[in-house]
């Protein structure tokens, strides 16, 4: 039932791959208004759009329409029936909870003919995954449906919690036949790593793009990985709707000069193989959060995927990980700025699956293979009687902190520009000279970047002295729930990275800062801040020094609320930070 902040929910769309592997066959819909009135619509008001996300060429679709006079009071329902021929096999995965509280939500699996030869060898898995404590008594018939009356809405304004398909209620539908051979079989975790092996390995095919003869094989990996992360870049381009689970072999990947994960991925295995190295895929989950222990088999909880090459002996790089099938190095070359040997840091502690000819090989990614972002910045400025501060920047990072590696790549100056004035938090008034920048693409040594800042008003009158700008301060945290509002999500922080900054300012008065030392140790962070001032003459010079260093965090159900009272208490301290570590009293 719509109140007043639910119209828009009078759309319905679905979302498929298109290019005949995925099709809605009948899209009904009802709008019972207050007054009594129905109003009924079916396909032949449905419309089809493109799907694509910025960035991509694919040939996904969605379809829908829209119910026409809804209002407030009005009670809407939705019926679709959908083929899907999945380049992956016969497996979907249906999320229950909406924006808005739903009265009732059926599922029901059927299994036609086309794919399966036989219908009686075809069994129907129908999983429930993070029932509680949304759905109360659903009522699941194993093979055939799953059904939930008084289904509450997805809650609104909590930050920091973890991603939906760890909180929230999905059914994920799985059609186990002995005799399907188009895709992988989802019986179990090995059959399905099995399959993805073998449609990788025949693609990997080395190229030799670059010379590597007589090089040892660490120096030759590295060499190889250098070359990539200059000469090819991140695309999608998917004309068909199997190129979203199916690389290009090496050769083509090279060709064309561009590539996505899988893509990026089978041309740095396949150079590997040409060094006679055995090399597998993995299978990865980045941008949807976990893949958690007791998930049953299905393709679809991967989008991302990396390299595994096996060591007959340890090259003595950080991502070398150890497994019951020997000793492999796992390589991301979809991160061109994490150098060989270290994986990038939205990988760690994640469960990844190496996808070889004898199974399935899980490992977690451990810390110490994990690229931790780290970055320092320098300033010195001098501050004059109308209070405009002039000052030299230099900005260094690893692991891309401040994205400035990123931006020049993508957007050259301007890119650092912007990315500067964010990190910086400089106000519009405030002019940014660059004089010096980096290469982005040299992983060797740290990317560094020094420039000019100009700013008038740099220092604010206040009722006991003066505010000083405050020029790469760590952000403050958001608020992540309204007052009054009780939690109900977890609690997680998947930050992570080292900042060093200091600043010397040199001010035409004396000075004493408000607050000369402040230490925050809380479950998200560590932190150490000081302000010192040295008398010169009429003049003062201030030296301010911040170190910090992020840290994931996470409170389960039973721990949320002191969670939310964790990151209230490290917000406060990070707000005193920001209002009271630049506030200078004028001294006598």
Not at 76 to 105: D, N
Not at 190 to 214: C, H, I, N
Not at 355 to 382: D, H, K, Q
């Amino acid at each position: 039932m719509l109140d007043d902040r639910g119209l828009g929910e009078a759309s319905y769309f679905l979302f498929g791959l298109g290019g005949g592997k995925s099709k809605v066959r009948r899209l009904k819909g009802w709008n019972l208004r207050p007054d009594g009135d129905l109003t009924q619509l079916d396909t032949d008001a449905v419309v089809t759009l493109d799907g694509d996300l910025s960035g991509e060429i694919t040939t996904a679709v969605a379809t829908g329409f829209r119910l026409p006079r809804a209002m407030k009071g009005s009670i809407l329902a939705f019926e679709s029936l959908e083929s899907l021929r999945h380049p992956m096999g016969p497996t979907a995965v249906a999320g229950i909870m909406q924006r808005h509280p739903v009265r009732r939500w059926e599922l029901e699996a059927a299994a036609s003919g086309g794919w399966f030869t036989d219908l009686k060898n075809v069994s129907i898995q129908l999983d429930v995954r993070h029932a509680e404590p949304w759905l109360k008594n659903p009522q699941v018939v194993p093979g055939r449906f799953v059904k939930a009356d008084a289904i509450p809405a997805i809650p609104k304004d909590e930050g920091a919690s973890s991603h939906p398909r760890n909180t929230f209620p999905s059914v994920t539908i799985r059609f186990l036949d002995p005799d399907f051979r188009e895709g992988p079989s989802t019986e179990n975790w090995d059959k399905l790593a099995e399959w993805v092996d073998q449609q990788y390995q025949p693609r990997f095919q080395p190229s030799k793009p670059m010379d590597t003869r007589g090089m040892e094989i660490r120096e030759a990996l590295k060499t190889i990985s250098r070359w990539m992360a200059k000469e090819l870049t991140y695309k999608q381009v998917y004309l068909s709707p199997d190129r979203g689970w199916f690389p290009d072999p090496g050769p083509e990947v090279v060709r064309h000069r561009y590539g996505d994960c899988k893509d990026l991925t089978c041309c740095l295995l396949s150079e590997a193989k040409g060094l006679d190295l055995e090399v597998h895929p993995v299978l990865a989950l980045i941008g949807h959060g976990l893949i958690e222990e007791d998930e049953v088999p299905s393709p679809n909880v991967f989008d991302h995927a990396i390299g595994a090459i096996k060591l007959e002996k340890s090259l003595g790089f950080p991502a070398e990980i150890g497994t019951p099938q020997g000793r492999f190095l796992l390589v991301d070359p979809t991160s061109r700025l994490t150098p060989l040997g270290l994986l990038p840091a939205y990988l760690r502690d994640q469960r990844v699956m190496i996808c070889t000819s004898r199974g399935a090989v899980w490992v977690r990614i451990p810390t110490s293979a994990v690229e931790v972002p780290a970055g320092w910045i320098s300033l010195e400025g001098e501050v004059d009687t109308a209070r405009k501060c002039t000052a030299k920047l230099r900005v260094v990072e690893t692991g891309d902190l401040f994205g400035l590696r990123n931006g020049m790549l993508k957007e050259g100056d301007k890119g650092i520009q912007q990315r500067l004035a964010a990190v910086l938090d400089l106000s519009p008034a405030a002019t940014l000279e660059i004089d010096r920048i980096g290469d982005p693409l040299d992983l060797s040594q740290p990317f560094t970047v020094t420039a000019k800042v100009v700013q008038p008003g740099a220092l604010r009158p206040e009722a006991n002295g003066e505010t000083l700008v405050a020029w790469g301060l760590p952000p403050v945290p958001q608020i992540i729930q309204k007052v009054g509002v009780a939690r109900r999500l977890p609690v997680l922080v998947r930050l992570q990275g080292r900042l060093e900054l200091q600043a010397t300012y040199h001010l035409p008065w004396v000075v004493e800062p408000l607050l000369p030392r402040l230490t925050i140790d809380s479950p998200f962070r560590t932190l150490n801040w000081t302000a010192k001032v040295q008398r010169e003459g009429p003049a003062s010079r201030v030296t301010l020094r911040c170190t910090q260093e992020l840290r994931p965090a996470f409170f389960d159900d039973k721990a949320r609320e002191q969670g939310l009272a964790e990151w209230k208490r490290d917000r406060a301290q990070v707000l005193r930070l920001h209002r009271d570590g630049v506030a200078l009293s004028h001294a006598d």
